[in-house]
């Protein structure tokens, strides 16, 4: 019997990857100015100089030992140069614009001329900053400039784009990274916003909760449901929420709704790997129990998740970018 592929699924596996891609690493620009914006903002009630400030965001990204290597102590300069505007550092802001806009001009027949549009300029002003050395004299200005373009980057690309087979890779990129990226900003909060077991329900941790949620501008939405800030109550909003857009749940579920509209896979149905996979971990968010959650710990929980997450991320690879053998009827 033949090898089965995705029977509804004809776009040339380049251009997929690229429009994959490009979603993916607009996402991430955006989020890692989310998570240096409420690191700046944490910082300002915090004492100056004291590393505890700055190196979870280093640990958060996996990459210590290079962050060490390149500039030694986690200052907040050293830590901003580098996720922001390090070329070699292939999760940076800059360089992550730079990939994006490569896989946008590879498929410039396949994107509108708006979506292009907006992210040529943006690259520019992102790299016309690297150029100048520093940071303007308003850090949060900058970031919160760059959070507004990757905005509008989607909303054009949204109301632009054809909502076919192309559009469906850019959402299951865009929401892969998100869910991965609101993990990492609450894994911000377990390494550094709670240095003692003696500050829970104190004013400062509801301070920094509550500046958690604007890093993913849930602070609004959260209060008019929840009305109070608790920590298990935060914690459930932003995993296990079906209907915050930046939610875990929701953007599993959303990655999964568009990568089933690729395949054509009926509900119910599993035709690759990467539904295998996807489905699995949106039957286990959707059962999920937040005290479980926090009391078998929530970094072990968070940890497993990006694992899984990238589980996925192979497992479409393998389903619709890798060489593979034509489908056969025999």
């Known amino acids: 019997m033949g090898v089965r592929v995705p029977e509804t699924s004809f776009m040339l596996s380049r251009v997929a990857d690229s429009i994959y891609w490009m979603s993916r690493y607009v996402e991430r620009v955006e989020n890692i100015a989310r998570f240096i914006d409420v690191a700046l903002n944490i910082s300002l009630d915090q004492p100056v100089g004291t590393p505890e400030q700055w190196l979870p965001l280093v640990m958060t990204t996996g990459d210590h030992d290079y962050f060490k290597d390149r500039y030694g102590d986690p200052t907040q300069q050293n830590v901003i140069q580098f996720l922001t505007f390090d070329r070699e550092y292939p999760h940076s802001i800059l360089s992550s614009l730079t990939a994006a806009r490569e896989n946008a001009r590879s498929i410039r027949e396949t994107i509108s001329s708006e979506m292009w549009e907006q992210l040529n300029p943006f690259y520019y002003t992102v790299r ?27 909303g054009i690309t949204d109301h632009t784009m054809s909502h076919n087979e192309g559009w469906h890779f850019h959402r299951l990129g865009q929401f892969l990274e998100r869910a991965d990226k609101t993990s990492r900003i609450l894994d911000v909060k377990y390494f550094v916003l709670l240095p003692q077991p003696g500050d829970v329900g104190s004013p400062a941790d509801d301070l920094q909760w509550s500046a958690v949620l604007r890093s993913v501008s849930g602070f609004e939405m959260y209060l008019k449901r929840q009305h109070v800030i608790h920590p298990d109550r935060v914690v459930e909003f932003l995993v296990l929420d079906p209907e915050f ?21 009926p509900t119910g149905d599993v035709r690759n790997i990467a539904e295998q996979r996807m489905g699995e971990l949106v039957a286990e968010l959707a059962t999920a129990d937040v005290n479980k959650i926090i009391l078998s710990g929530l970094h072990e929980f968070l940890d497993s998740l990006q694992d899984k997450l990238n589980e996925i991320g192979n497992g479409i690879y393998e389903t619709f970018i890798a060489l593979r053998p034509e489908a056969t009827t025999s």
């Open 128 to 154: 016309d900053a690297a150029r100048a050395g520093s940071l303007p004299n308003n850090p949060h200005d900058f970031f919160h400039e760059v959070k507004m373009a990757s905005h509008l980057f989607e």
């Open 245 to 265: 857009p930046r939610a875990i749940r929701f953007c599993v579920t959303e990655a999964a709704e568009s990568l089933r509209a690729i395949s054509g896979t």
